[in-house]
């Protein structure tokens, strides 16, 4: 058991370095010529500067290897890089409430934090920083109310003219500084979306309705805090109409989002509640209308109308979702319930966004925008701007009551109320330098908030020793090249370790003389290639197994093995050669030096039965097998194999009487007089068997047998046989007799009792019978009554004559 588990020890080293070879392969694979190509690798990998590290043979690249291994190869000077992370604005975010007497400016509170940072990556090698966010107390709102005026909204008009103050009212409850905005659209002013015949251009309704000339969208009132401002002007407003079901809402959302200053929009909370009974238009619409040209998304307002809609397509969804999102403006959607289903699909589009049901009148449209706002104000997702190639950046989310969200989920967090504060982890990864590698900035924010966090990412492109390089370097044989990081970067036209060689020389006879062997044909042993007049030796496919030598005539990999391991795992192949490990000899470093495998459990080498060779038992005798020679398979039991030699030498007697001299002076006999007198294995440092045999008497004989460590053969037998004494025959009859007499009169007994009981039964089944007999005297064949009756005929007669 004890080999297996060293074999077993021995192979897992093995592996686990194989494995180490192939993380560290990626950087022999690469193939660098220059420590700024290495370290782009992999973050694992190093560059050794040290000048005369490099074996003949050895290419260049092979200064570039996993750190751990070129430390193992003696590497005293390693480039190794490393990225880093620092905090250039970190202000604390701000604690307040809304009854504080302090009022801060917009730009005076601070919801997330750090604000800018400074990142330095290398490739591979992914950065990580904290981000903390901080839902503040009484923060500003901008809320901007575009509602649809086309015919079918007619009722809603009436609802909506007292919003403003009554708004107003309700949103003090959630900040002190809140404003209100109005806009209304119908559809584009082409057909076929309106009549263009000129009375339906003054009124597009009918049944002699009064409706205002239909128009694509209109800023009725900038954001402003007068409610009563806002129910004045949407009072003023009337109703239009148009020809097809769905508006030209896109055009309007559009409008609201690029035109900040028209709008009056704030760096603060900034709300657009889009009110439609119907549904929208979207890119590529306007091709009914001859309209072509895509949507710009720039502001195109005159006197507060949308002065581009006949000329200018519909914007897509995806380009509305840009603009809301640069613009961080949260969009809530007042739909009737008719088109719930619809916006429910656009909202998932459009992040921070939310889907109200309007009622038919739009009588609740206070407690819609309301619940809106908590619900999307509830919730804060991350986004960031776009990366540069190569960069890769994730999230992990801690957010309230312990959850944490990873992937898809780690960008955001959920059930935020007012005062809460939730962080996320931050990881920017490099998986290459982009091109020029000048530093970038990536904005992260948080999805409808103003506020950002700015990240500097600066690359790691090239290594430090670099800066140090001396051009036309005399160690570049005569100034062809630059000696940088160790090695020689040679000039344009030049090759070789030391750019000894010009490209034109490369196959010169007179080089290739210089690459062979004393006695040999063979260009670099047939192991390489040879490069101005020196062997550059092939990589194999696995970068562990290396070629080297003046002549590519050694390797790595070629050496005898064991158990299927190079050099049996205990050695490393140098030139074809195993140089084995201590305690390790051999071809194949196949034989240990260590006896402990070969000590059996009593201390001795084999039990006694063989010798240890090579840290495995060979047992003498044939019989014995296993680990240490313990196990025969077809041997009797220790006490049954020397029983008849102890019984002859001891007490005379047995099977072996007559050759015991012959036969039975293997062990030393010592005699003791009572068996607790024996040895007990708690006694002896080495294993003790205790026996108890019968002889043909039956009589029980006692004794131990041991090996002790100097391999003397010991019996410990009590002196005298245990036999067992005859039977007492008295006690043996009387006993027997005693039993058939009481046996007799238990039976007597039982009988008398039986008759007892069943004459009982029949006393009382007889009185029974008695006590319920009936005799019928007239009925009885034999029965003669005892009264006699005698007539005398003289009586008679005699008194009659009287």
Not at 713 to 721: G, R, S
Not at 722 to 743: K, M, N, Q, R, T
């Amino acid at each position: 058991m004890d080999l297996r588990l060293l074999l077993i020890a021995a192979l897992s080293a093995a592996l686990s370095g194989s494995l180490a070879q192939q993380d560290g392969s990626i950087c022999i694979k690469a193939n660098a010529q220059s420590c700024g190509e290495c370290i782009q690798v992999s973050e694992i990998c190093g560059w050794c500067t040290d000048e005369k590290f490099l074996s003949e043979g050895e290419s260049k690249s092979a200064r570039c290897d996993d750190v751990t291994y070129l430390k193992k190869k003696d590497c005293k000077n390693i480039e190794d890089p490393r990225g880093s992370t620092e905090i250039t604005q970190n202000k604390d975010v701000t604690v307040r409430n809304k009854d504080g007497n302090v009022k801060l400016k917009p730009e005076e509170i601070t919801q997330i934090q750090p604000q800018k940072l400074k990142v330095t990556l290398r490739s591979g090698e992914p950065q990580t920083f904290d981000l903390k966010f901080k839902r503040a107390e009484d923060y500003p709102i901008d809320l901007y109310y575009l509602m649809d005026l086309s015919f079918s909204m007619k009722d809603d008009l009436e609802n909506v003219k007292n919003l403003g103050t009554d708004l107003m009212r309700e949103m003090r409850e959630i900040t002190s500084d809140f404003r209100i905005g109005f806009g209304s659209f119908v559809e584009k002013t082409v057909m076929p979306y309106i009549s263009t015949t000129p009375a339906r251009l003054i009124n597009p309704c009918s049944n002699n309705e009064n409706c205002t000339s239909p128009f694509s969208y209109k800023n009725v009132l900038k954001l402003t805090s007068n409610g009563d401002r806002f129910n004045q002007l949407v009072s003023q407003q009337q109703i239009s109409g148009n020809l097809d079901s769905p508006e030209g809402g896109f055009d309007a959302i559009m409008q609201v989002a690029v035109c900040e200053e028209q709008i009056g929009w704030r760096n603060v909370t900034r709300l657009l509640v889009f009110s439609t009974d119907a549904g929208f238009h979207f890119a590529g619409d306007g091709k009914l209308g001859g309209i072509v040209l895509p949507n710009d998304g720039k502001c195109h307002l005159e006197n507060n109308v949308y002065s581009m809609s006949h000329y200018y397509d519909y914007p897509s969804i995806a380009h509305l979702v840009q603009k809301l999102s640069d613009h961080n403006i949260q969009t809530i959607f007042a739909v009737t319930e008719e088109f719930q289903p619809v916006y429910q699909e656009l909202k998932n589009l459009i992040p921070k966004s939310a889907v109200g049901t309007l009622s038919s009148n739009s009588s609740n449209v206070i407690k819609l925008i309301i619940d809106a706002y908590n619900s999307l104000s509830s919730e804060v997702i991350l986004e960031n701007s776009k990366l540069p190639e190569g960069v890769s950046i994730s999230y992990k989310a801690f957010c309230k009551n312990g959850v944490r969200g990873t992937e898809d989920n780690g960008r955001k967090c959920t059930n935020i109320s007012i005062g809460d504060e939730v962080s996320f982890k931050i990881s920017i990864e490099s998986q290459k330098c982009p091109s020029g590698g000048k530093p970038e900035v990536i904005t992260v924010k948080p999805l409808g908030f103003n506020e950002e966090v700015a990240i500097e990412l600066n690359f790691i492109c090239d290594c430090e020793c670099a800066k140090k390089g001396e051009p036309n370097s005399p160690k570049c044989h005569g100034g062809n090249g630059i000696f940088e990081c160790g090695a020689c970067k040679c000039n344009e036209g030049r090759i070789g370790r030391e750019c000894e060689c010009s490209k034109d020389e490369v196959r010169s006879d007179d080089l290739d003389a210089n690459c062979r062997k004393p006695n040999s044909t063979d260009i670099c042993s047939n192991n390489g290639e040879c490069l101005c007049g020196t062997c550059e030796c092939k990589k194999r496919e696995n970068p562990a197994e290396v070629y080297s030598g003046k002549y590519c005539e050694c390797d790595n990999f070629n050496c005898d093995r064991s158990g299927n391991l190079l050099c049996g795992g205990h050695g490393r192949c140098e030139c074809r050669k195993c140089i084995c490990d201590t305690n390790y000899t051999g071809n194949a470093c196949e034989c240990s030096l260590d006896e402990s495998t070969c000590l059996a459990k009593n201390g001795q080498l084999c039990n006694g039965r063989g010798k240890c060779e090579c840290g495995i038992c060979k047992c003498e005798d044939p019989k014995f097998q296993g680990p240490t020679c313990e196990v025969c398979p077809t041997c009797p039991g220790v006490c049954t194999e020397h029983k008849d030699c102890v019984q002859c030498r001891a007490f005379g007697d047995g099977e072996k009487k007559e050759m015991c001299q012959k036969e039975c002076s293997y062990f030393n006999l010592i005699k003791v007089k009572d068996r607790k007198d024996l040895p007990q294995p708690t006694d002896q440092s080495f294993p003790l068997t205790h026996c108890k045999e019968k002889d043909a008497n039956d009589c029980w004989f006692y004794y131990t047998y041991a090996i002790t460590k100097n391999s003397t053969k010991e019996v410990f037998v009590v002196e005298k046989l245990d036999c067992p004494s005859g039977p007492d025959i008295i006690p043996i009859v009387a006993g027997v007799v005693a039993g058939i007499v009481l046996i007799g009169l238990a039976l007597l007994l039982i009988w008398k009792l039986l008759m007892i009981i069943h004459d009982r039964r029949e006393f009382a089944k007889f009185e029974k019978e008695k006590m319920n007999a009936k005799w019928d005297t007239q009925g009885n064949p034999i029965y003669k009554s005892p009264i006699n009756q005698f007539h005398n005929p003289s009586y008679g007669n005699k008194a009659a004559a009287l």
